[in-house]
Every structure is written in C-alpha cells, then in structure tokens.
C-alpha cells in the first residue's frame, strides 16, 4: 500500500510539473511569436543585423541556437526557453492559416514551435515508465488586415482647401470613399461647375460646395480623422549614384531599377520601360514630356533635399502605364515621397496625357494635382497626400482585395 500511495503521489507531482511548464513553454511560444511577427509588420526583420523570414516564400523552416539573436529566438529565451540543449525552438513562416484571412505581405505568418524535455520525477522508479517527457507548445501570429473604403487620403491636419475641385472638373471615385483629415473650417472646395462622386465623403473640417457643383453624396463633417494607410511602410535604404541626371529622347529605351541622382527626364519620341523593381529619384524628380512609357512591377522613390528634390510632373501628351509591385514591402505603391521632405513641388499630371496608373501615388507631406483634363482612366488607383487639387476630371476604381493599391489596414495578432 505504501508503494502504491508513493506512486499516486509521484504522478500528482509530476503531472503537476508538466502542466507548469507547458503553460511556461505556451507563454515563450506567444511572446516570441507576438515579437516576430512585431518585427515583420515593421519590416526590421529584413533590415536588421539579424534578419530572418526573408526570401521568397515558402521559406525554409529553421531553429534557434541557444546565442541566436534573431528577435523570436531571444523573446523565446527571455521567457527561459531555448537556451540549452534540453530546449528547441523552431520558426516556420506558413503561408495560410486554418479558419483565418491573412493580411497581404511576402511573410503573412509566423509559427514558433518550442519543445523541451522535462525529467520526471517520482514516477521514473515506476518500472517501465519513461525518465523524461517531451512537452511542446506552437503559437502561430499573423499579419491582419481590413481593405480600405477609401480611395483617396487628404492627409493635411489644417490646409485650407485641402482637397479642391474646380474648374468644371469630374472627379468619380467608383464604389470607394474619400477621406479630407484637414480640421479647417474650408478643408474641401468643390467649385466652378465641378461634380464629385464616391461612396462616401467625410471630412473633419468644413465644405464648400459652389458655382453649381454638385457632391454625390453630401459630404459628411466633423468626421474623425483616417490613418495614414502607409505610415508603416519603410523608406528604401540606397546607396550611391548609378546614374546621373539620366535623359532621353527620341529613340526605344529600357530602364532598370538603381539610384538615379539629379532625376530622370523623358522626352518626345521616347518610348520607355521601366523594367521591374525599385528606382530611387535622388534630386531632380521624374519628368515625362511626351513618349510613352510603360512598366510593370515598379516603385519610384522621390527623396533629396529640401532643395534637390522635384516630384512627378507628367505632360505635353506622355503616354504612361505603370504597375505597382504586387508583393514585398512596397506592394501597392508606385510613387513614394520621402517623408521628411517639406518642398513645396507638386507632384503634377497634366492635361493631354493618357496614363493608366495601377497603384497608389502616395505624397505625405506634399502635393497632388491633376489639371486641365488630366485622369487615370478608371484604373485601381490610390491617392494618398497632403493634399489633393483637381482641375480636370479623373476616374478611380476600388481595389477590392487591396492588393493592388496597398490600401487596407494591417495589424498583427496571435491566430493561432
């Protein structure tokens, strides 16, 4: 009898122990995935002195070393897992998560698996019973998003007139939203015979509607204000130049992505590709005066200083169709201003000029104007700028998926 009690009470002791460090090993699982997935969303997992979950998916599965400095590994060992031999601690990047909608991205998912073996106690002197046991606990964190309503993002906290239309121009947003941040008394103006048309118009400040325009439907006021939908994105890191003050004209050329310094010029007669990928515009900004221009996969970054910097001007007939990546860091954008520029060059599209743009123009602190009968032609288009002026019509078409503006809300959570 009193074997059999010491054997009741060995197991309650151990099952016990087990518990304890399966719920331990649950906790490390979940901070480490809670903090690599952190650092996906803000892309420091690609630009760190420890990167890991780059490449093309599906990437390769791997395990934590007890001295890795890989952010998941050192979250699992701050929760005490993972640094010695009895522990493992594996990522593994799945691409589709049972019962939830993952958010776009190259690295949707991260899965963190940890196992350690446990010595058991009194029960080991139980004939046949084993001397340790395996406990294992899997937390899989995902990146998670709602595609935007809107369309287009007037991101001025103040600006008068922050979003205007005039001069008898249409401005159709077909089946998204528009979204005016500016909380001044006169944040939008729709004048001059103009005619605005979404599926939704908020503003937090006030509106103007004159001169026989008309707004379908009415703006709403004193609405909240809309977060920058690409505040998370990550400027590009470049290096030096590839190309200086880069012009062409008459004649077929092709482009390739790199850091082009005083700015890239076409002109007449030009017919041009950008071949796929990122193209830095250090100084000088991009200006296409006639030509075609056409590419697929393609992001401008328009940086400088203060004083270098020019944005987009498209003119005098150009003919330009551009694509947005469609996965990666930069999936959705086709023009990205620097952030810390305060020029006041407007990116301009001009009247004559046919451009079928798939993407997102995305301004932060500067300028937008389409003028004189400028437009996209009904493209998946994202406006997303300081402020925006219309002075010719233009048609934009809602990106169900968000896929190919980029426009929908991330945020990250345990899925699993």
């Avoid at 060995?10 to 699982?29: E, F, K, N």
């Amino acid at each position: 009898m009193g074997i059999f009690l010491c054997g009741v009470l060995g197991l309650a002791i151990d099952v016990g122990q087990l518990y304890a460090q399966r719920q331990m090993a649950q906790a490390a699982a979940d901070s480490a995935a809670q903090a690599g997935i952190m650092s996906i969303f803000n892309g420091t997992n690609t630009t760190s002195s420890h990167p890991f979950g780059t490449g093309s998916p599906p990437i390769a599965t791997s395990v934590c070393t007890p001295t890795d400095l890989r952010t998941p590994c050192v979250y699992a060992r701050y929760n005490g897992f993972g640094g010695t031999s009895a522990d493992t601690v594996t990522l593994s990047f799945p691409t589709t998560v049972s019962g939830v909608t993952l958010g776009s991205g190259s690295v949707p998912a991260l899965a963190v698996t940890v196992q350690r073996q446990v010595k058991t106690g009194l029960t080991r002197f139980i004939p046949g019973a084993p001397v340790a046991t395996t406990i294992t606990a899997k937390a899989t964190s995902g990146l998670v998003g709602m595609v935007s309503p809107n369309c287009i993002y007037v991101l001025s906290p103040t600006g008068t007139n922050a979003f205007l239309v005039n001069n008898g121009a249409t401005v159709t947003a077909n089946g998204c939203g528009i979204m005016v941040n500016s909380s001044n008394t006169v944040a939008a103006t729709v004048t001059g015979g103009s005619v605005v048309t979404a599926s939704a118009i908020n503003v937090t400040g006030g509106v103007v509607v004159s001169g026989g325009s008309t707004v379908t439907p009415a703006a709403a006021t004193g609405a909240s204000t809309g977060a920058d939908p690409f505040a998370s994105v990550p400027a590009p890191v470049f290096g030096t130049c590839d190309y200086n003050n880069f012009s062409k004209g008459f004649g077929t050329w092709t482009i390739t992505p790199g850091v082009y310094c005083g700015g890239i010029s076409l002109h007449n007669g030009a017919v041009t590709t950008f071949s796929p990928g990122t193209y830095i515009v250090n100084g000088g900004g991009l200006s296409l005066a006639g030509g075609t221009t056409t590419g697929s996969g393609v992001m401008v970054y328009l940086t400088g200083t203060n004083a270098s910097y020019a944005s987009v001007t498209i003119s005098n007939g150009a003919t330009l169709t551009l694509s947005a990546q469609t996965s990666g860091a930069y999936m959705g954008l086709i023009f990205f201003q620097d952030r810390s520029i305060t020029s006041a060059s407007v990116a301009t599209f001009n009247g004559g000029s046919t451009m079928q743009l798939t993407g997102s123009l995305y301004f932060p602190t500067t300028s937008v104007l389409f003028s004189n009968g400028a437009g996209v032609g009904g493209t998946y288009t994202g406006i997303v700028a300081n402020q925006v002026s219309f002075l010719g019509g233009t048609s934009l078409r809602y990106d169900s998926t968000g896929l190919k503006t980029g426009l929908f809300s991330k945020s990250v959570a345990l899925v699993q």
